[in-house]
């Protein structure tokens, strides 16, 4: 457990508060789960008590365990389904059988059954789309079922898109925390690392790796989820994403130029030429980012680097170069 005293009135005596974070075991759908939890302790009374965001770490962290450990879809990966088809919320869950409101609700974050949550995952295949929808024929009028019926035909999985994000994320795109059950999503990442770029003066990739590892970490540890949902290896120069090198070859838009440096050799500066998106980015995610911007922008690589090696989740995982869980960002050496 850790405790630590805010500057936060209590709101029961106006005394003195700590914000407390722990690991719990908590039940959800009559199973058991390890999570972490944040929450506020008032000093006189002992009364707990949370925010909008320790609420939301708890509820993220249960339910992305649940849903792995039962194979079913995160809404970022049911939307894309429902996209790929080019149908809308109601049709979807008619030819599922759902109630009305059900894909919407899924795809803002419900949580489905296990059954439900695995027929999902099935019409991700087309095949299985062609039958339930031919089964659920009666739901729609003719034209309605034909304009249905060629849209799946039609859809497509973009050989192209499936590479990138392969390129990216590497072969295994489940989520669990190892990348921190965050969205895989090519276009959101590159945003991110150009939205990085643009906001430090003469930044190398040595540096970058590292921001995006605090950024990635801290909107972990605060919300129970990663921004880019990248995994991060431990090598000799502290955390870097894996395939870094991969992906910012990747990201359209970021320059590279090669600097002579006085006392011999050459290091690479890293700029953007054109405009960052940051929608695809949200308030949470950008927070997060300018707040590691604040702590760790103006340092020079080779002192954020010496930082990073303070951190527990690479000293526990550099020996064999290991992949570092996002479970460490509980751990970092922030404060």
């Given at each position: 457990m850790k405790k630590t005293l805010t500057k936060m009135a209590s709101p029961f005596t106006g005394g003195r508060v700590y914000e407390v974070e722990d690991v719990e075991r908590k039940e959800f759908r009559k199973e058991s789960f390890e999570v972490h939890v944040r929450y506020y302790l008032c000093e006189d009374t002992g009364e707990q008590f949370t925010d909008g965001d320790q609420d939301e770490l708890f509820t993220n962290e249960l339910y992305s365990q649940w849903r792995v450990?039962?194979?079913?879809?995160?809404?970022?990966?049911?939307?894309?389904?429902?996209?790929?088809?080019?149908?809308?919320?109601?049709?979807?869950?008619?030819?599922?059988?759902?109630?009305?409101?059900?894909?919407?609700?899924?795809?803002?974050?419900?949580?489905?059954?296990?059954?439900?949550?695995?027929?999902?995952?099935?019409?991700?295949?087309?095949?299985?789309?062609?039958?339930?929808?031919?089964?659920?024929?009666?739901?729609?009028?003719?034209?309605?079922?034909?304009?249905?019926?060629?849209?799946?035909?039609?859809?497509?999985?973009?050989?192209?898109?499936?590479?990138?994000?392969?390129?990216?994320?590497?072969?295994?795109?489940?989520?669990s925390v190892e990348n921190g059950f965050g969205e895989q999503n090519p276009d959101k990442l590159a945003q991110m690392v150009k939205y990085i770029v643009s906001r430090c003066r003469d930044i190398c990739p040595t540096k970058l790796n590292k921001l995006m590892f605090y950024s990635d970490f801290m909107n972990y540890r605060r919300y129970g989820r990663s921004i880019s949902g990248l995994k991060y290896r431990a090598i000799q120069f502290g955390p870097v994403p894996e395939h870094y090198a991969t992906i910012y070859d990747q990201v359209d838009g970021l320059t590279k130029c090669q600097e002579i440096l006085l006392a011999g050799g050459e290091k690479t500066v890293l700029g953007v030429s054109e405009e960052v998106r940051v929608d695809l980015l949200s308030e949470q995610e950008l927070s997060t980012i300018e707040e590691i911007l604040a702590k760790f922008g103006k340092m020079l690589s080779r002192d954020i680097v010496e930082l990073s090696h303070q951190e527990p989740g690479w000293k526990d995982n550099v020996e064999h170069h290991s992949i570092i869980p996002y479970s460490y960002a509980f751990d970092l050496t922030l404060d």
């Open positions: 450990r039962h194979g079913v879809p995160f809404p970022d990966e049911i939307r894309k389904i429902r996209e790929r088809y080019g149908l809308n919320f109601t049709q979807m869950s008619k030819i599922l059988g759902f109630g009305v409101n059900q894909w919407r609700q899924y795809e803002a974050g419900m949580v489905p059954s296990e059954s439900q949550g695995k027929m999902i995952r099935a019409v991700s295949d087309k095949r299985v789309m062609r039958t339930m929808l031919e089964e659920s024929r009666s739901q729609f009028t003719e034209q309605e079922y034909e304009n249905i019926r060629s849209r799946v035909e039609n859809s497509t999985s973009s050989a192209v898109d499936r590479f990138l994000a392969m390129l990216l994320y590497g072969k295994d795109d489940r989520l």
